[in-house]
């Protein structure tokens, strides 16, 4: 089935539904209204905006939100010495999500590629992320790893703060044990 799919940069009248696909595909509590809108606005540089969504028609079927370079907090789950690139030109790739009845199109990527191109206008010179290891047949690290990255170092326990906090994890509940990878992509 061929799909007609249109991108363009978030924008806060998309926040409900990105709130909805996000929940649904990450688990309950990973986003809401509060933390969106501070992860949207780290993504906004220079009047430039680096996060993205997709939609089939009225369908909003995923979206990128990245955090500009300087605009984040370098913390314990990232290995700075590693990463090639000083950490003031590093952004930060902090949710792909892509309804699973799409995937396998290319949303992921060019939603990726999208948030790229905004974030070379941004001066960024490479992107982190923390891939999760548990996604089915580890696809969010192959697909990373598809799309240039490069893994840096592993987390075990990565979001488990966040699930003890109130965020269900969608294999482990409110106790998460899941491993991120800390990848990097240098553009």
């Known amino acids: 089935m061929q799909k007609t ?28 209204k509060e933390n969106l809108a501070s992860w949207y606005t780290k993504g906004i540089k220079n009047d430039i905006n680096a996060n993205f ?9 995923g979206f ?19 990463w090639q690139v000083e950490p003031q030109h590093v952004a930060y790739f902090k949710c792909a999500t892509v309804d699973s009845s799409y995937r396998g199109y290319g949303l992921g990527k060019s939603l990726l590629n999208a948030s790229i191109d905004q974030l070379k206008l941004q001066g960024a010179q490479a992107g982190v992320a923390h891939l999760w ?15 240039g990255g490069k893994h840096v170092k592993s987390h075990p326990d990565k979001w488990r703060e966040d699930a003890l906090a109130g965020y269900e994890c969608i294999l482990c509940g409110f106790d998460c044990h899941c491993e991120a990878a800390e990848m ?3 553009f």
């Open 53 to 61: 969504v997709a939609y089939d028609q009225d369908k909003l079927v």
């Open 64 to 82: 990128r939100i990245t955090y500009a370079n300087e605009q984040w907090h370098i913390d314990n789950w990232n290995t700075p010495d590693l």
């Open 5 to 32: 799919i249109e991108y363009r940069q978030m924008e806060p009248e998309d926040f409900e539904r990105v709130i909805a696909l996000g929940n649904f595909v990450h688990g309950d509590g990973y986003l809401t």
């Open 133 to 147: 290891k548990q996604s089915p047949n580890n696809s969010a690290v192959a697909y990373f790893e598809r799309c």
């Open 184 to 186: 990097i992509i240098y």
